[in-house]
């Protein structure tokens, strides 16, 4: 009987022996790898899906154990409270426009610096470009308190006291990241500096030479010629830049804190606005107890909140995040 | 007429290089006033007692006691008593964990996303979407969060979320493998989450490396009869070694000045809460120094292994 079946298989398969064991080994491969990857993508969405669910919960659908994912009774009124308690709006303009700001000005002083370390000789080019990675190992914590005081009282030289009479104070805008972006010191900088210098490196030389060789200057080859060409290693850079310098907590919190309203700030201390909001809601005397279950929905949903303009633009512009890097040559 | 044309060629030369500092001035402008200037005066501070009087502050020369006392007597009284040095040990060791993790989990994930199959390119969209997700502020106020923590999904000591894996723990114990082994497998499934949104650029990185290998390697070791697995061994591996070196140092220097780690907390504090500035920039020169001798010690040693094309 065995041996019959034996027999049978051989035959099915005679000829087709080699292919199908191939095949079979492909599809289970396959098969491995969608399991792999379809885990691998619920545990990235599966956080933010659970936040979006618990936050059009009411309250009583938190306290009710019966009620896991689905709320009984959704309801938008936290997005309310927290568009609300957090000044949304002004948060998010102000947010908007720092950083536009910071991630254009990063993107042109970015590109220029990286030029220069790409295509010129100078002596110090090699320390130079060392400081530039220096600048990303170095804990920003270590010049915070320099950076903070420079800014609070903004002088150069002492000619801003000679001029008006006093230092600048500068906190609480935007000028230190803009300042700092300008200069290629702004957040993680020295990342986009070599990023942009590997992919101006890999660019082949003749292109150049055959600019000057026309007659044309220096200047006038770096925009017209080179530019145009690195318009994906400069889209990674602005899209990096934007993102990060949105969710910024670091620098955010250092220069703008009782200035300037950002959301990542807004974000950060969104539980006691809750708090102090709902009493003034309700006209209390004391301040409103928010239960750790209830304060935990707000933030999450305040967090939502932060990151669904970046979610927005990811969907538009994801192809240019994840196929233009492949194309910046940041690995040349 | 010699002396005369070798004048003109070096003024050509002189030029591109002046214009060269031309174009990285803005950077040498931010380096001095933005970053050497601040790391000088930080570390003036450090050497002194700072007092903040009306319209600026004033200076008391105090030698090097603030990091006598970083080093040696400073306990936290928000993570158990434990000296600040322990806290950057055993910030190390996790970051050692973390970096080996990450560094795998990228590497393997940027060759799933390197082969062709349906679907890939919302596959990969979602593999990056910790770049936006997890990132600065979002992951300082997920981190403790209870909801979170009700997942399974960040770490506390108390909780036993959904992710954990006890069962996993008990299989591996009793096939009685090294313990130590076991408790790093272990780790690493229950902290699958931090590691898969700690990953994200350096996928990007590697399936960049990936793309760039020319396929004519390939097509001549097929010719040789090579299998898939010799392939992924003698030309894969070899060609993207370069990177294991770029991200183990960009994970490396992510996660220690991660701003809401424990030592970084502790450093932002005792400037911002308790006003002891010179003690808070003591202890980041001293954080800066450790992490200054972890990469020259991890680039030391794997730049040894790696396999360069020139």
Redesign the interface.
């Known amino acids: 009987m065995n041996a019959m079946l034996e027999k049978i298989t051989n035959i099915k398969l005679f000829g087709h022996h080699r292919l199908t064991g191939y095949t079979l080994g492909r599809l289970g491969w396959s098969i491995v790898r969608g399991v792999i990857i379809i885990g691998i993508c619920f545990l990235i969405l599966y956080p933010t899906m659970v936040k979006f669910l618990v936050s059009v919960m009411s309250e009583q659908d938190l306290y009710d154990i019966s009620v896991k994912y689905i709320a009984k009774n959704p309801t938008l009124d936290n997005y309310k409270t927290v568009i609300t308690a957090m000044k949304y709006p002004e948060a998010f303009w102000n947010t908007l426009k720092l950083s536009l700001f910071t991630s254009i000005m990063q993107l042109v002083s970015c590109t220029i610096i990286g030029y220069g370390f790409a295509r010129f000789k100078f002596k110090g080019r090699g320390l130079l470009f060392a400081l530039v990675i220096i600048t990303l190992i170095v804990p920003p914590q270590t010049i915070m308190i320099p950076l903070y005081l420079h800014f609070k009282d903004f002088d150069i030289l002492g000619i801003f006291k000679l001029i008006l009479g006093k230092p600048l104070k500068l906190l609480g805008g935007y000028a230190p990241f803009v300042l700092m972006s300008a200069t290629g010191m702004g957040l993680k900088n020295g990342l986009y500096i070599y990023i942009i210098r590997q992919f101006f490196r890999g660019m082949p030389k003749e292109l150049e030479e055959a600019a000057y060789v026309d007659g044309a200057g220096l200047f006038r080859t770096f925009y017209k010629i080179m530019l145009p060409s690195a318009v994906p290693a400069m889209l990674t850079v602005f899209l990096f830049s934007f993102v990060w310098q949105w969710t910024d907590s670091f620098y955010s919190s250092l220069f703008l804190s009782g200035g300037l309203r950002v959301l990542s700030n807004a974000l950060s201390g969104v539980s006691h606005a809750i708090a102090l909001h709902l009493t003034n809601l309700r006209g209390s005397a004391t301040t409103v107890y928010l239960s750790p279950v209830l304060s935990s929905m707000y933030i999450n949903t305040a967090s939502l909140l932060v990151i669904l303009p970046l979610l927005l633009v990811y969907i538009v512009a994801q192809r240019y995040f994840v196929e233009s890097i492949e194309r910046t040559g940041i690995v040349g | 007429m010699a002396a005369k044309r070798k004048k003109r060629r070096m003024g050509l030369e002189e030029k591109?290089?002046?214009?060269?500092?031309?174009?990285?001035l803005?950077?040498?402008?931010?380096?001095l006033?933005?970053?050497l200037?601040?790391?000088i005066?930080?570390f003036i501070?450090s050497l002194n007692v700072i007092e903040v009087v009306e319209g600026?502050?004033t200076l008391r020369p105090n030698g090097i006691n603030y990091y006598k006392t970083a080093l040696l007597q400073y306990v936290s009284t928000a993570n158990e008593g434990k000296s600040f040095m322990t806290l950057i040990g055993e910030g190390l060791a996790a970051m050692a964990t973390q970096v080996l993790l990450v560094v795998i989990f990228s590497f393997f994930?940027a060759n799933?996303l390197n082969?062709k199959?349906r679907g890939r390119?919302v596959?990969?969209?979602?593999?990056?979407?910790?770049?936006?997700?997890m990132?600065?502020?979002?992951i300082?106020?997920?981190s403790g969060?209870?909801?979170?923590s009700s997942?399974g999904?960040t770490q506390t000591d108390a909780q036993e979320g959904s992710f954990q894996a006890v069962a996993l723990a008990r299989v591996l114990l009793s096939t009685r493998l090294d313990t130590r082994f076991v408790d790093f497998i272990v780790s690493a499934v229950n902290r699958?989450?931090e590691i898969?949104?700690a990953s994200g650029v350096q996928i990007?990185?590697f399936?960049?490396?990936l793309?760039?290998i020319s396929p004519s390697l390939f097509e001549a070791s097929n010719i040789e009869g090579a299998t898939g697995w010799e392939n992924f061994w003698k030309i894969t591996f070899p060609m993207v070694s370069p990177?294991i070196l770029v991200n183990t140092v960009y994970t490396v220097?992510d996660t220690?000045?991660n701003?809401n780690s424990v030592v970084?907390t502790i450093?932002?504090d005792e400037?911002f809460r308790n006003a002891k500035?010179g003690l808070?920039?003591a202890m980041?020169?001293i954080?800066?120094v450790a992490?200054?001798l972890v990469?020259a010690i991890i680039t030391g040693i794997i730049s040894r292994l790696v396999f360069y094309q020139e």
Do not use: E, N
Request: hydrophobic share 60%; proline share 4%.
């Open positions: 591109k290089a002046m214009m060269g500092y031309v174009f990285v803005p950077f040498i402008i931010g380096l006033t933005f970053f200037f601040p790391m005066q930080s501070f600026g502050y994930a799933l082969q199959f390119s596959a990969r969209a979602i593999f990056f979407l910790p770049v936006i997700l990132s600065g502020v979002i300082a106020v997920d969060d209870l909801l979170q997942m999904l699958i989450y898969v949104s990007l990185v399936l960049a490396g793309q760039s990177l220097i220690l000045t701003s970084m450093i932002r400037a500035y808070s920039s980041a020169w954080y800066f992490i200054m990469v």
